[in-house]
């Protein structure tokens, strides 16, 4: 049953005329004709009959154009909704992000795609990007802001920027009374550290192992900002993300560490599926997201 057949039909009910439903429809009589016959064809009973100079409904016409009505109307309802997201004057745009990203990155982008965009509900998934390529695999998410290298098959991965990661502690900690320190000395310290096996950490025990020195972890949190804070009331060492601890660098509740010829550095990337996997609210955001670090 075609939808075209639906409305030349109903057409024809509200007019009483197969011509005037042609001209309503921008179409010849003919084909109004064909379509009404491929109908009642289609439901096996008569339709319409003609009184007078009018056609008029049977019974089985009066039902399927209460139906039809019905049909269309959700149609039409479904047409003008999908255009809406299209416009992006609704939807729902569900990313992930790591801490760090979510709270010292990104919002200047939510604040302006909201600002754009008012009638997209924004969802945020925070996790680490082992969590969040999870969620991305579940499609709980469409985009993830992920701590790169990703080593995951069938993924789109796009670097947006990369991040000095700090060595700080508390300035009354005797290794922040040091003009140097060496890297042995900072690990045997022992340094609230990001968990085992995260994206981050890796990258970190790599630069210690370049350097044939093994990190001793005194303890494991997946949250910076509860990182942060440990290491602000002076229970060890750490190494952060430096939008993480800019704030408290600027006002000397923490203070860096110097490591000589050492540079921890973590890059970071826009992941998903796939561009014919996004929602027009995730494309658009993604490419804020794109404008806003290529003018860094």
Known sequence: MELRSLRY???VVRTGSVGAAAAENFITQPAVSLQLRKLENTVGQKLLIRRGRRMVPTEAGLTLAARAEEVLRSVDALHAE??????????????????AASVYVLPEVYRSF????PGVRIEITIGDTRHLLEALAAGRIELATATLPV????LTVRSVYREDMLPVAHPAHALAARRRVSLRDFAEE???????GSTTRRMIDAVFAERGVSVRARMEISSPEAMKRLAQSGLGVTILPRPVVAAEIRRKALKVIALP?????????IVH???????????????????RFNKR
């Open 9 to 11: 039909f109903l057409a």
């Open 82 to 99: 999908l255009s809406g997201l299209d416009r992006l004057e609704r939807g729902h745009l569900r990313v992930g992000n790591t801490d």
């Open 114 to 117: 909201h600002r754009s965009y």
């Open 151 to 154: 080593e995951e098959q069938g």
């Open 190 to 196: 022992g340094i609230i550290a990001y968990p085992s």
């Open 261 to 269: 010829g050492i540079r921890f550095e973590r890059e970071i990337g």
């Open 273 to 291: 599926r796939g561009a014919e996997s996004l929602s027009p609210a995730a494309r658009t955001f993604l490419e804020m997201v794109e404008q």
